[in-house]
């Protein structure tokens, strides 16, 4: 595995890993991670390419006040740097957020889209418990305890532990200002995702409480050529708690011939 830094059209830089040879297969972490996260899909028959979010890492941050389509443009220039055509293109959380809208927005730089552990248009109660939090982080207030404790269970204390040091060293600035992206952006391309016309894999954990089965099914059957996974036994870090499944997932999804009519 290498690691370079990659120059964008905007001046800005991100923090490449990458692996392997064959289709490029780029990943997106969730807020507060990093490239790192997705170790065990780094192994994975492709040309395998995990970057730093913004503000996140070593990647550079985006200006003050940025909302979902920043990320989504961002991740736009990150393709197009790497000047490799289309990619495949996988997310996780705020990740798949970003994948979802790039899809969407710029169908020419997406071969296929996954999209991990998504969000589709929380309840009232959830987005306001959501929009608290974005609030607390953007004070300097927030705790890592209560995420870690809704996406692991008590046996998982290993992996716990790699994804707190992860939260810990996060930038404030950069966890705050996608999480405020994230609070909000489950609505932004909710009702376009008809227009994906690539192949997509929608994955969730049946235990996740935020990004539940039901909005996966959702999120899979508006899509043309979407798929719906749902991996028993596992919560919001499940590509880190079920690699075996997660990867196994993506290798059939990678697998799919593309179609975009």
Not at 25 to 49: C, D, F, S, T
Not at 150 to 171: C, H, M, N, Y
Request: proline share 7%.
């Amino acid at each position: 595995m290498t690691s370079r830094t990659l120059r964008l059209s905007d001046g800005g830089t991100v923090r490449v890993l990458e692996q392997g040879a064959g289709e490029t297969l780029l990943l997106i972490h969730g807020v507060g991670l990093r490239a790192e996260a997705w170790e065990p899909q780094m192994a994975l028959e492709a040309h395998v390419i995990a970057v730093d979010m913004p503000g996140h890492g070593e990647s550079s941050p985006l200006p003050p006040g940025v909302r979902l389509p920043d990320y989504v443009a961002w991740a736009a220039r990150v393709i197009e740097a790497l000047n490799l055509g289309p990619v495949n293109v996988a997310g996780h959380s705020m990740g798949s957020l970003i994948a979802a809208g790039l899809a969407i927005s710029r169908p020419d730089l997406v071969s296929r889209v996954a999209l991990l552990n998504a969000v589709h248009r929380r309840t009232p109660e959830a987005r306001a418990a959501v929009l608290g939090r974005a609030a607390e982080i953007a004070a300097g207030a927030g705790s890592i305890e209560a995420p870690l404790a809704r996406w692991f269970t008590p046996d998982q204390a290993e992996i716990r532990g790699k994804v707190a040091d992860w939260l810990r060293s996060v930038s404030q600035q950069g966890y705050a200002a996608a999480y405020r992206a994230f609070a909000e952006g489950d609505s932004v391309y909710a009702d376009r995702l008809g227009e994906i016309r690539c192949p997509a894999l929608v994955l969730t954990g049946d235990g996740d409480p935020n990004s539940t089965p039901a909005m996966t099914r959702t999120m899979a059957g508006m899509v043309p050529h979407g798929q719906a996974v749902i991996i028993p036994g596992h919560r919001h870090m499940v590509n880190l708690t079920a690699p075996r499944e997660v990867c196994q997932a993506l290798r059939d999804w990678l697998a799919t011939r593309e179609a975009h009519a």
